[in-house]
């Protein structure tokens, strides 16, 4: 080497003098060498990955220009430098090797960079990160030289001036290229900057700066965020996991297979006889088999094809997994120099001989060791993030994709909520456990050095210090199993609160009519008692272990020391050993506090991954039975099929041959329960196969019976993503009978239909599942009853416009479900289905001269039905569903109704025309605004209309939150515990700096005596005072978090019964225009975040903050100018935290916005799946789907990504206090000593991490604060009036029962129209009263004024005298009674349902139950009166439901009664018996029916017939047959002549 440079290459006296250098030779060899070698290494490799992924060339940049210009110079320079070495060899003096070799290296290496810099055109990252590397490492390896040169100049300017300037020269190119290096080049190709930014930008996150500024100048809103990258998109990640899902599956399912082979091999043996089936089934034996099959089903479920779904989800992501192992591997090892590093500083200050340049050096290293340690950590926890969110996504896309396909039996095991919680919860749950994965490895690595460097320090007796440790992490595990059951405990209360509140919400309109309110409120507040109770006995004994947590470190110090100084009396602590010990514990502390976190999320997410592979294992839908053929001269043929809906259970499709011609109406009859839907679901290919098949030729379309209904807009339901053709949808429209429904629902077809359609009617409903079919122009149609839910007009018109031989869908193959005996003439063949098979099948009159059972039951039925059947024009189930009328709907009789004369027919159409006009005045009539809207074309923005949008968007806080609401939930807490909190904690902070001081006293002794002479009692001392301010610390935090715990619990009960109170206590329009889920939100998410999130946030922050102050005094003390620092510092570090804050939690907010559509639409097409897999949409709903995930995917990935941003500087900010604090210590050194360094610099390197931690518990609290803010929104919701005032009625009142309205006008909403418009009428005392009138009259809103559900916009009701708005709610509602239209019933048990107050006695309950023909029944049930109800009453038959509400009625006895007449939910026998009963049981009141079946109300006193909210006649039935008029009409309609034919 020396001959190589004619030089010195290697001495250590040159570093002996404070001016410190390197040898020349030395700096010109390997400094030369190490930044070449590194580009030569990975350039071949680089440029073979940039052939291999090579996207189409970019245009040539000024950026592109100007690099490859600088670098050219450079190879300029060095072919320059060559000439000069060239032109002075002349031969005198031999010039070194190393003149030649260099500039020659140069030359070649500057050509590979030209070539790597052209290379990126082709790359969407246009700068290459080592590339940016090289350079930085050519810059620094070349201070060195550039000193010496500077050196060598300044001392002789004559020496190698040429060669010194072109060095200079080329130094200062390098730099201009290294700065061009860092800057981004904008690129247009994706919306996301991070694909383009350079290599300095991307690990400094400075790509991101836009959008924080963004986010601090406004708040943000979706379109402002960027995509993701291509790869980590939905689509893209799902393909990759699938190849790999399936691989592994079907491994596993092999597996499985073996194992159940084995079982059945060994259970063969032991096998039950099975039951006769024709042995007489008495009770017990059919209870036995239930509960085998139940047993069976149990076994069944257990066992699945198990762990492929890990080694699937490592396979996809690998990669990344690899990556951030890396990272993680670099950061912990460097981790354990910072210890290093302080030893060193603290020697150098203790010795006051060494060179102040080792003091610099020792500083710098220090800062550039911290800052690769923040790249690295930020680096790792980025690539977790976006993993994490990556698996979030595969299992979110997968979970729906999977749902499309399950099969019906395996669909059965979940409801829609466990499903919607698999992509929720369980998806949330592996998000969580990937971002800390690599914790596992990096814990035992961390723990093991730290134990390996401490007993380097200290020897044996660390041990003492981590067998504490060790010890404590038992003892936190004990803990923690004791929370966990109480948190599991916990949740049964929360899930049974929040049953009861969805149940009330559901059932709302009851509790106010029955005025129960207070009853099921007592039952939510002695749920929430319990769960109070636990969330104190939680909150105990967490801050057991934060006590535990906050001693540890203490602890550990003072026995490790103490052993130490104890073992041996020549062990003398020093400030060396102590403060280096103590950093060393702090990094200890980390991994073993993560430990028992980590175990317990991998355990959840076990738990999680199970239940995934259950359902990912679960069969498919087998459609292998329905054969698609194109070519064939039948359209559907059943030959031999049998269908079953669970393999365990009879078949309900048995041997069906059946042909169906193209073009044929098909009729399908029979009782209920014949298997009539499941004939049509096994052609859907929805049920198990047992054997036979089905052949279909052509597209289907379904409409099924229970009719789904998509949240958007009445068009694209109708649409259904088909395209837009007006001609065909007008037709669709007008055969649907949809036109009048559409004029009168606000906005038109463009109204929004809330969530299940629940502003629609039945009726509505139908026929816009019907519409939707008929638009999509299949070549089958499958009809499951579509009439059912309509009118008699109604039906006659769909049937003839749009089903029967003449209808839109004449030539179409149509299967038709039926119970409307009338339309069957008109088809071309009937098939009666009995049990699942086929009686007979045949045209009409072919089955009719059969006189088989179809002919017998037509003529059974044609006998009773005659009257009947007609009646029901006036409106069957039209009534509005339960949700009251916030959109009445209206039936228009269609035009061409054969059966009414012309006379009539104009009659009928005056009165109706009228309740047109009235509610079309500012709209034009909708054949006509569809007629102009295409003219109109794009200038079509429609405004909304008043009332179309129903349900108001939810209201998302903007900003920052307000600082009312900190205030509300700490006058919650109680101002009084707050300071006593806050005065804790200062005295914990306190003590913190005592016994730091108190070490840094200890450790100087080392310097006054020696091993000799050290005093056992000042050892004692020592000892004794630092243990004493550790335990201190420790109680201090004790008392605090407890006190803490006890007053955020008071303020959780406080706001939970203000918003319980408040809720009970709105109005009912607030229900109508808020869906359930909203609020029941409020009483989920909100609450539960108050009661376990919020607490821990503010301690967390308070104790954050408190340890900074407490950190930077400390520092103050000992470098009094450090004080000047921190002002910058600090400036930089609230500014980060402001523009973050900001948009950190408006991120936080999209996140959770665009969130909840995933999930509705995942719910929404998990309950219509057989109509999508009938239309065939299945791809379309996924891409929907994708496009949600994408979206939220989007807010997530910018979430993770700020928080890195602030990281990054935030950890700068600390970083460059450990620097300032480092050089500050080198400056003044001789005024310091050790023990002082020690003790400044372990607090320092211990700042970054609490810093970092401030901003991030700022954040939170700002965003859990927003629960608080959510729920002061619905603390402040408007009242109904008071349920009890100082004016109490009589206790008898109403006595008499005389109801007196005197122009009584109503509305539903302030912005509405009226919808009784002046009602004067009186009542007299017993009377019976029937109302009549078409939908939308104005009858249900009659009854919701005498319950005041509505307020009077005018005018008065009086009963027996007394004004109703003058008395309190409960007063009235409490002497009324009524039997609703839809018997809601609440889960609990019978008595509960009867009697929430307990106030009548077991016999007066019995002889309600007796009355309302229930004895029988309930007597025969085991618990009898305790009997457990289900959710909606689920468990029992609609007309039970319907008589259970009869029973509610007469126990009540009061002495008005309102009945709104259950429609189509109770058949002729159930519907007789009420009628009976309430002739007998009421005829000493006054009672006001609601009719839709004339003849139900022909034996009243009197008929008020309404029409468009006013009395159009009031009158005896007698009187008003006499006249004609609108009711003479309608009963002529109904087949009713006079009152003596009415009858059954």
Known sequence: ???????????????????????????????????????????????????????????????????????????????????????????????????????????????????????????????????????????????????????????????????SCLYFVSYGFQILILILSALSEPSDSSHN??????????????????????????????????????????????????????????????AFQRRQQKNSRRKSGATLPGLDKNQSQSQDVLVLEESKKKKKKSEATKDFPKSWLIKAIFKTFYIVILKSFIAKLVHDILLFLNP??????????????????????????????????????????????????????????????????????????????????????????????????????????????????????????????????????????????????????????????????????????????????????????????????????????????????????????????????????????????????????????????????????MLQASVSIDRLEKYFGGDDLDTSAIRRVSNFDKAVQFSEATFTWDRNLEASVRDVNLDIM????????????????????????????????????????????????????????????????????????????????????????????????????????????????????????????????????VGKHIFDKVLGPNGLLHGKTRLLVTHSIHFLPQVDEIVVLENGTI??????????????????????????????????????????????????????????????????????????????????????????????RKANGLKEREELVKGQKLIQKEFMETGKVKFSIYVKYLQAIGLCSIVFIIL?????????????????????????????????????????????????????????????????????????????????????????????????????????????MLPQTMRSWILCFLGIISTLVMICMATPVFAIIIIPLGIIYVAVQVFYVSTSRQLRRLDSVTRSPIYSHFSETVSGLPVIRAFEHQPRFLARSEMGIDTNQKCVFSWITSNRWLAIRLEFVGNMIVFCSGLLLVIYKSTLSGDTVGFVLSNALNITQTLNWLVRMTSEIETNIVSVERITEYINVENEAPWVTDRRPPPDWPSKGEIQFNNYQVRYRPELDLVLKGIT????????????????????????CLFRILEPAGGQITIDGIDIASIGLHDLRGKLTIIPQDPILFSGSLRMNLDPFNTYSDEEIWKALELAHLKSFVAGLTLGLSHEVAEAGDNLSIGQRQLLCLGRALLRKSKILVLDEATAAVDLETDHLIQTTIRNEFSHCTVITIAHRLHTIMDCDKIMVLDNGKIVQYGSPEELLENPGPFYLMAKEAGIENITNTAL
């Open 1 to 163: 080497m020396e001959n190589f440079c004619n030089s010195t290459f290697w001495n250590s006296s040159y570093l002996n003098t404070p001016e410190a250098d390197l040898p020349l030779c030395f700096e010109q060899t390997v400094l030369v060498w190490i930044p070449l070698g590194f580009l030569w290494l990975l350039a071949p490799w680089q440029l073979f990955h940039v052939y291999r992924s090579r996207t189409k060339t970019s245009s040539i940049t000024k950026f592109y220009l100007a690099k490859q210009i600088l670098v050219g110079s450079l190879l300029i320079l060095a072919a320059i430098e060559l000439a000069f070495v060239l032109t002075e060899d002349s031969g005198q003096a031999t010039i070194p090797p190393v003149k030649y070799t260099n500039p020659i290296l140069y030359l070649c290496t500057w050509i590979l960079v030209l070539l790597v810099q052209h290379s990126r055109l082709w790359c969407i990252q246009k700068n290459s990160w080592y590339l940016s590397l090289f350079w930085i490492l050519s810059i620094l390896c070349g201070t060195f030289q550039f000193q010496t040169m500077l050196r060598a100049l300044i001392q002789d300017s004559k020496s190698n001036m040429v060669y």
């Open 1321 to 1344: 009428c009186a009542i007299k005392s017993t009377e019976k009263i029937g109302v009549v009138g078409r939908t939308g009259a104005g009858k249900s809103s009659l009854t919701n």
């Open 839 to 932: 009686l007979e099948k045949g045209s009409y009159n072919t089955l009719i001269a059969n006189k088989g059972v179809f002919a017998k039951n037509q003529k059974l039925f044609m006998k009773r039905l005659n009257p009947e059947e007609e009646v029901t024009v006036n409106d069957d189930s039209e009534e509005e569903d339960n949700d009251g009328e916030l959109i009445p709907s209206m039936e228009e009789l269609p035009e061409e109704s054969a059966s009414l004369t012309l006379k009539r027919e104009k009659s009928l159409r005056r009165t109706m025309s009228r309740s047109i006009r009235s509610s079309s005045k500012h709209r034009k009539s909708l054949k006509d605004s569809l007629k102009t």
């Open 340 to 601: 290093q590093l302080l030893k060193f500083l603290i020697t150098f200050v203790s010795d006051k001989d060494t060179y102040p340049w080792v003091g610099y050096l020792c500083a710098i290293l220090l800062f550039a060791v911290t800052l690769i340690q923040t790249f690295c950590l930020q680096y790792y926890f980025q690539l977790c993030f976006i993993l994490g969110m990556s698996v979030r996504t595969t299992i979110m896309a997968s979970v729906y994709k999977k749902a499309l396909t399950l099969s019906n039996l395996a669909r059965k095991q979940y409801t829609i909520g466990e499903t919607v919680n698999l992509m929720s919860v369980d998806a949330q749950k592996l998000m969580d456990v990937t971002n800390y994965m690599h914790l596992v490895w990096s814990s035992a690595l961390q723990i093991c050095l730290a134990i390996f460097f401490l007993w380097r320090e200290l020897g044996p007796s660390v041990f003492a210090g981590v067998g504490v440790m060790i010890l404590l992490v038992p003892v936190n595990g004990i803990l923690a199993t004791m929370n966990r059951n109480i948190q599991v405990k916990n949740m049964k209360n929360k899930d049974q609160r929040l049953k009861l509140m969805n149940e009330m919400l559901s059932g709302i309109k009851i509790l106010k009519y029955f005025a129960w309110e207070p009853s099921f409120k007592d039952q939510v507040s002695n749920i929430r008692k319990k769960e109070l109770k636990n969330l104190l006995a939680f909150g105990q004994l967490q801050s057991i272990m934060i006590f535990l947590l906050q001693l540890a470190p203490v602890l550990v110090c003072v026995v490790t020391f103490s052993v130490y100084v104890l073992v041996d009396s020549n062990n003398i602590l020093d400030a060396e050993k102590a403060f280096t010990s103590i950093t060393l514990f702090n990094i200890l502390r980390f991994p073993l506090t993560m430990l028992p976190m980590l175990i317990s999320a």
């Open 193 to 254: 900057p991070s694909s383009t930014a350079s290599f300095l930008s991307s690990i400094t996150f400075s790509w991101y700066d836009s959008m924080v500024l963004k986010g601090y100048k406004q708040p943000l809103t979706l379109e402002d965020i960027w995509d993701v990258d291509e790869d980590i998109k939905t689509k893209s990640v799902v393909s990759k996991f699938e190849v790999f899902m399936t691989r592994d599956l079907q491994k596993a399912k092999r």
């Open 984 to 1092: 804790i904690y200062t005295m914990n902070s306190v003590a913190f700096i005592g016994s730091n001081l108190w070490l840094s006293a200890w450790t100087s002794d080392s310097q006054t005596f020696n091993s000799t002479t050290y005093p056992a009692s000042q050892r004692d001392l020592r000892i004794g005072i630092y243990a004493a301010l550790g335990i201190a610390q420790g109680l201090c935090v004790l008392g605090a978090s407890i006190l803490t715990v006890y007053s955020c619990t008071h303020a959780s009960k406080t706001l939970h019964k203000h918003l319980l109170n408040n809720i009970l206590r709105a109005p009912m329009s607030f229900f109508d225009t808020t869906p359930t889920g909203r609020i029941v939100n409020r009483f989920a998410g909100d609450i539960s975040t108050m009661d376990d």
């Open 662 to 793: 193209p073009g044929q109406l098909v009729a399908v009859v029979g009782t209920v329960g014949s298997g009539k839907s499941s004939l049509m679901s096994a052609m859907l290919g929805e049920m198990e196969h047992i054997h036979g098949h089905i052949t279909i030729k052509g597209t289907t379309a379904y409409v099924p019976q229970q009719s789904w209904i998509q949240n958007c807009t009445i068009k694209d339901n109708i649409l259904f993503g088909s395209e837009f053709n007006e001609e065909r949808y007008k037709q669709v429209l007008e055969a649907c009978a949809l036109l009048p429904d559409l004029e009168i629902l606000p906005g038109g077809d463009m109204a929004e239909i809330g969530e299940k359609g629940i502003n629609l009617s039945g009726g509505q409903k139908q026929r816009i599942s019907l519409a939707r079919a008929v638009y999509q122009n299949s070549d089958i149609y499958i009809l499951d009853d579509p009439l059912s839910a309509v009118d008699a007009h």
